[in-house]
């Protein structure tokens, strides 16, 4: 999967966390529950795919669920929601994937106020319009992904940030240890990192993949203070890699250092994606934290030194 890649934060309809979910009897597809079908217990979220357990212990996943409703309380309103089709991630390169950790790219539909249906999500750049099941809470007031009440989670559009990081690589439900040290030597040697640089990254205790799917979701968002204040727009275009190779540099000549991130932010800017809506004046005043951080001094081994764990670079 390239680096490079169209970036926007537009997140159509993410708040969708499921505090309650019903499917009727009808809703469940002829052959899979049959006419007796048992009454829903739970609906909850199984790595990227729904898990719908019924009362008589059947369990139903994404794929025996197309063409099902699903109504979603959103706490002053129920949201019906058809599955119209499921499909593994196209785009996803990578030669062994363990089935809980395979991404499903659900087509999902909302049933509009006049009873018509339109598509969840808005397209992305690469004209998809689906979304990943995710468990957990995405937090609006402060742009944080976290987990939720028992059930809770969030439907992340392939066009936003949250569907974004979890194609990139970086997956907040996995427990999976980090890449191999030899993939990541492979990775900063491409990168001409000095022998004693990789030592201080390798024996740095490795971050979990939820704090890793932050620093992206602050990344992609360029939320530099980590307060759920993204500032880039759509369409921007990044290259980003990070400290184990997950991704790599594409090493476009075009694009220059920008800044490092951790779960919290930017560690340090050099220069801001999008000028427009943000000026390294901007930055360190409203963040005093990155005073002192932005401008030349910022630089991936600076970066590095303050605890980045992704890095990014753009045109200037």
Not at 166 to 185: N, V
Not at 188 to 195: K, S
Not at 234 to 247: C, K, L, P, Q, S
Not at 294 to 316: K, M
Request: hydrophobic content about 40%.
């Amino acid at each position: 999967m390239s680096s490079s890649k169209p970036i926007d934060f537009v997140l159509r309809a993410a708040r969708l966390a499921a505090l309650l979910a019903v499917l009727t009897a009808a809703a469940i597809p002829a052959g899979v529950a049959g006419t007796d079908a048992a009454p829903v217990q739970s609906l909850e979220v199984d790595g990227t795919r729904f898990k719908i357990t019924l009362a008589d212990g059947r369990v139903l996943r994404s794929p025996d669920l197309i063409g099902a409703n699903l109504l979603i309380d959103q706490g002053n309103r129920l949201l019906r929601v058809r599955l119209d089709g499921i499909e593994t991630d196209p785009d996803d390169k990578r030669a062994e994937v363990a089935d809980a950790d395979r991404i499903w790219l659900h087509s999902l539909s909302v049933e509009a106020p006049d009873g018509s249906w339109e598509p969840l999500c808005q397209a992305g750049p690469d004209g998809r319009r689906q979304a990943v099941p995710v468990r957990g809470r995405f937090s609006v007031g402060d742009g944080r992904f976290a987990g939720g009440e028992a059930g809770a989670f969030e439907l992340a559009c392939t066009g936003g940030a949250m569907g974004k990081c979890i194609r990139f690589g970086y997956h907040p439900w996995q427990t999976r240890a980090w890449p191999a040290h030899a993939l990541y030597q492979q990775a900063v040697n491409e990168r001409a990192l000095n022998e004693r640089a990789l030592q201080q990254q390798t024996d740095a205790s490795s971050p979990s993949y939820l704090t890793l799917y932050n620093a992206c979701l602050r990344m992609v968002r360029a939320d530099y203070g980590g307060d759920g204040n993204g500032t880039t727009r759509n369409g921007m275009h990044i290259d980003f890699y990070d400290a184990r190779g997950i991704e790599v540099p594409a090493n476009d000549p075009r694009k220059a250092f920008e800044a490092g991130w951790t779960d919290a932010g930017a560690v340090c800017v050099n220069h801001p994606r999008v000028v427009e809506n943000v000026t390294l004046a901007d930055i360190a005043a409203r963040w005093p934290r990155l005073a002192g951080k932005t401008g030349a001094i910022c630089t991936e081994e600076f970066a590095r030194s303050q605890g980045a764990l992704l890095y990014n670079r753009s045109v200037p």
